[in-house]
């Protein structure tokens, strides 16, 4: 967090499509944000897999302190899951 936004509530959401231009510039400027958290990353699983998307961000005072991107995966040899960023090899929290 920074200063401005030390000791502002953190408040957890699902992604709306009118977040991906911060979320990008969040992932970008993080050190460990990769390709995979982009908002490109969603768009090209969820247009080839019928993976439903259930990215989350956590927010503090307007501005976005953390993502999460996820995918239901539905599969008759694995269930139902939730996956970090299914077929990438970094995925997970990006947080300050």
Do not use: C, N, Q
């Not at 510039?25 to 908002?39: K, M, N, Q």
């Not at 539905?74 to 947080?95: H, M, T």
Request: net charge negative; hydrophobic share 45%; aromatic share 12%.
């Amino acid at each position: 967090m920074t200063e401005a936004t030390a000791g502002t509530a953190l408040r957890v959401r699902p992604w709306r499509e009118s977040d991906r231009e911060a979320w990008d510039r969040f992932v970008l400027a993080h050190p460990e944000g990769t390709l995979f958290h982009l908002g490109a990353w969603k768009r090209l699983v969820e247009g080839t897999y019928p993976f439903d998307p259930e990215y989350l961000l956590a927010e503090a005072g307007g501005e976005i302190v953390g993502v999460l991107p996820l995918f239901r995966v539905r599969s008759l040899l694995f269930g139902d899951a939730l996956l970090s960023v299914p077929f990438a090899v970094y995925g997970g929290v990006v947080a300050r």
